[in-house]
């Protein structure tokens, strides 16, 4: 069995939004081998500024569980793996469902190759997004978990994600950004497995598929 680690390594200085509430992602060492006879490391980092994270709908739906209460078996799924061809930073809908797919279920990751742009000074205002055919195809499918290898759903500068909205309206998680996955098979178990902090809608996680 192979396993793929689709998570984003945590890297110190790493900032993708530059914005002044988005602090840089910052690692520091507290001990060495050399003073101390032991290493260790102190992190500081936004979930959504250098690393993967896993986000619930608690982002926008104040009803709606935080990581701590969501089930752990959501969690573990059977994922899809959707390769898409951005068009003018545009990603298009595939021309069919997915057969066999459940909805609510089972999960969708999707893959146009932008984790190659990965810490490039346009990486997240650049990002691929969704055209409203893909969002419209995502809706219908209402996957547990999508994911993405693109740091945006919608268009960047949108602050109103209307499909983000939507897709966490209708109870969905996110998941991004991956690397790899445009290695992966059609189909693959996912385990996205954050970082179970009480309260939160959001936490650093590191996803597995095999």
Not at 21 to 33: E, H
Request: aromatic content about 10%; hydrophobic content about 40%.
């Amino acid at each position: 069995m192979r396993v793929y680690d689709l998570s984003v390594p945590v890297v110190d200085g790493v900032d993708w939004y530059r914005q002044a509430d988005c602090p840089a992602v910052r690692v520091a060492d507290i001990g060495s081998y050399a003073r101390d006879g032991w290493r260790s490391h102190t992190v500081s980092v936004m979930v959504l500024n250098g690393t993967t994270y896993l986000e619930t709908a608690a982002h926008i739906y104040e009803d709606q569980p935080t990581l701590d209460q969501i089930p752990p078996e959501r969690f573990v799924s059977r994922a899809f793996v959707v390769k898409l061809e951005p068009c003018d930073q545009v990603l298009p809908a595939p021309e069919d469902a997915i057969e066999g797919f459940q909805p609510e279920v089972d999960s969708i990751l999707l893959s146009c190759g932008w984790d190659r742009r990965m810490h490039a000074r346009d990486y997240y205002h650049a990002s691929p997004h969704f055209s409203t055919e893909l969002q419209g195809w995502l809706l219908a499918h209402r996957p547990s978990i999508l994911g993405g290898d693109m740091l945006s759903f919608d268009h960047p500068q949108d602050e109103q994600m209307p499909f983000v909205r939507e897709f966490f309206r209708l109870g969905g998680m996110i998941l991004c950004p991956l690397v790899g996955v445009e290695e992966l098979p059609r189909q693959v178990t996912l385990c996205a497995a954050p970082m179970r902090l009480a309260g939160a809608n959001a936490a650093p996680c590191r996803a597995l598929a095999w």
